[in-house]
């Protein structure tokens, strides 16, 4: 990896402790404040000198960056590798923020374009049919002799079918890109194969054409077709030429959407080849659900469904369900679908109907690669099937995820972490060395801060610790956690301290002590003389003192006048 990816990204905003939307005022006033610390006059010892005017130029690249509208514009988009993009220097100083933003994005876009055509994109698909209807069979043995045939004694489970399916993708030109696919397919003994190869072309930025040639079971030519027709309207049309030993036959596919609303969009189907049918969906996809409606008038089958599918965001999963019925019969569907890792999901379902019977499947998508098993249990709807087929993957998948899903996600995220700390191990270094070296070069302000303070009885922060998520006011973690009192007090301004809703490892003085890991920040202070403390994640926003801490300091302030005045009262009276 180059080092260009392993440079850690740099934060302006934190650096400065200013909001995403500061305004240009509250921008120079950071900017001058950190000047008052870091600029290298200020110093007069050599050594203090060179190490201020590090911190000094970093300090005067974010307030240039982020007071200069056209680099602000691409930073808040892209962070600082869209400043050091290649080609960049080429872009007009006169040009809009959005102007340069759309300027980059598509340098970006072009770069993106040319890995892309180094890439194939490989996708397979496996799927294996289990006739598992023996395990739940209603019928009697037909062997009354307690010596049956032999292998009798355990129910059979067999593997009726199985297919595999590969395609890649192999992009020519920015517009054109070829397709190779296979399949192979097996049941109850015999087998069949075909081969693909496609050629796609965008022909518009409203649409795209594709031609497919195919050989297996016969020649097919095939010839598919999308266009934007408006805004909110798009066709898809599909034709299929095939040759077998029967004759030629063709096929014929199109669809017509309409965006109803921000979130649905309605389908009308039309479809001729060896069942032909007109079907109209309704499909409302939002942020926690999905919902779709269905209805097909064909032949030889009709029938309406209804589905829906919760989004669970808190656990990486989806909650689905299915009603269907028609001239075939009716069918109920259920299933959850939950996210392993960052790149494989499990899926369970099953599906209960007549005449279909009761058929579990479970599917496992790792990356590109999608694993398929379905299971068929019983040719009847009986309760015993429906109770293990549902029962039996939850038991399953909480022993599994306990005993190995879960220990081998701990050892990868400490494997992840570790890689992370090797990679960036001496940018780590150097970011220690550099809060180091900061809070030395404060310690001057930090007494003014604290004697200004204490004058007017003011926000003082007594102690104040960055590191693991911990109890850091009770426990000693060493090199997890460091002391950040003097670069917090160095924040205090008007007897107030605010700190933005983002990591505090970028903010001066402070560096990351313990890089992957949950972190917070503990803070022990006093106002008006009042102590008090508070705890926060990493992330998480602050200001102190509270308003609660504001009413306490009344009180007691109202308090000591009253017994002031009171005793003054007394002395008078004597």
């Not at 960056?65 to 962070?79: E, N, Q, T």
């Not at 996210?339 to 099953?350: G, I, N, R, T, Y």
């Not at 499947?361 to 087929?389: A, D, M, T, W």
């Not at 003054?568 to 004597?574: G, I, N, T, W, Y």
Request: charged content about 25%.
């Amino acid at each position: 990896m180059d080092d260009e990816n392993d440079k850690l990204e740099e934060d302006f905003y934190q650096f400065l402790n200013l909001p995403r939307d500061a305004p240009q005022e509250e921008i120079t006033n950071a900017y001058r404040r950190l000047s008052r610390i870091y600029h290298p006059d200020k110093h007069t010892d050599p050594l203090r000198k060179k190490e201020a005017e590090v911190l000094f130029n970093k300090t005067k690249k974010a307030y240039e960056v982020l007071s200069d509208p056209h680099k602000r514009a691409i930073y808040d988009s892209l962070g600082t590798k869209g400043l050091e993009t290649e080609g960049w220097e080429v872009v007009q100083r006169t040009k809009t923020p959005q102007e340069i933003r759309e300027e980059y994005e598509l340098l970006a876009q072009q770069k993106e374009e040319r890995r892309l055509l180094q890439r194939t994109n490989p996708q397979s698909s496996i799927t294996v049919n289990i006739d598992a209807t023996e395990l739940f069979s209603p019928y009697e043995d037909a062997y009354d002799d307690e010596f049956g045939p032999p292998g009798n004694f355990f129910p059979s489970i067999v593997v009726k079918g199985m297919n595999f399916s590969q395609s890649i993708q192999a992009p020519l030109t920015l517009n054109d890109t070829a397709y190779l696919s296979g399949e192979l397919s097996t049941h109850k003994g015999s087998g069949s194969g075909s081969v693909n190869v496609s050629l796609r072309r965008i022909t518009s930025p409203d649409g795209w054409a594709e031609l497919e040639l195919g050989f297996g079971n016969g020649l097919s030519f095939s010839a598919k077709g999308f266009r934007n027709l408006t805004k909110r309207m798009f066709t898809n049309i599909s034709g299929i030429l095939t040759s077998t030993d029967e004759g030629l036959s063709f096929g014929f596919v199109s669809t017509l959407a309409h965006q109803l609303d921000k979130n649905t969009v309605g389908y009308l189907t039309y479809k001729n080849s060896q069942s032909s049918s007109m079907s109209t969906s309704i499909v409302k996809d939002t942020a926690t659900y999905r919902t779709q409606a269905n209805f097909v008038l064909g032949i030889p089958h009709s029938f309406i469904s209804m589905s829906y599918c919760h989004k669970l965001e808190k656990h990486d999963g989806r909650l689905r369900g299915t009603v269907k019925a028609g001239t075939f019969g009716a069918m109920v569907e259920y299933g959850l679908e939950r996210k392993v890792s960052q790149h494989s999901s499990l899926a369970v379902s099953m599906t209960v109907g007549v005449p279909t019977g009761v058929r579990l499947k479970i599917k496992l998508l790792r990356g590109n690669q999608i694993y398929c098993f379905p299971i068929h249990l019983c040719h009847e709807v009986l309760p015993s099937p429906i109770f293990y087929g549902t029962v039996t993957p939850m038991v399953a998948w909480i022993i599994i995820r306990r005993l190995v899903v879960e220990p081998y996600l701990q050892q990868q995220k400490i494997k992840d972490i570790e890689r992370h700390r090797a990679m960036h191990h001496s940018q780590m270094l150097a970011r220690r060395r550099e809060a180091e070296i900061s809070i030395d070069l404060m310690k001057e302000t930090y007494r003014r801060n604290v004697e200004d303070e204490e004058n007017r009885k003011g926000l003082i922060i007594t102690k104040s610790i960055y590191g693991r998520w911990l109890d850091l006011s009770h426990r000693d973690l060493g090199d997890a956690i460091t002391d950040v009192t003097i670069p917090l007090q160095c924040l205090v301004r008007d007897s107030k301290l605010i700190l933005q809703e983002a990591s505090k490892c970028q903010l001066p003085g402070f560096y990351d002590p313990c890089m992957g890991e949950d972190k917070s920040l503990y803070v022990q202070y006093s106002f008006h003389g009042v102590p008090h403390e508070v705890t926060i994640q990493d992330t998480d926003s602050l200001r102190i003192p509270k308003q609660c801490n504001l009413s306490q300091s009344r009180f007691f302030t109202n308090l000591h006048k009253l017994i002031s005045t009171s005793y003054a009262a007394h002395r008078k009276q004597l």
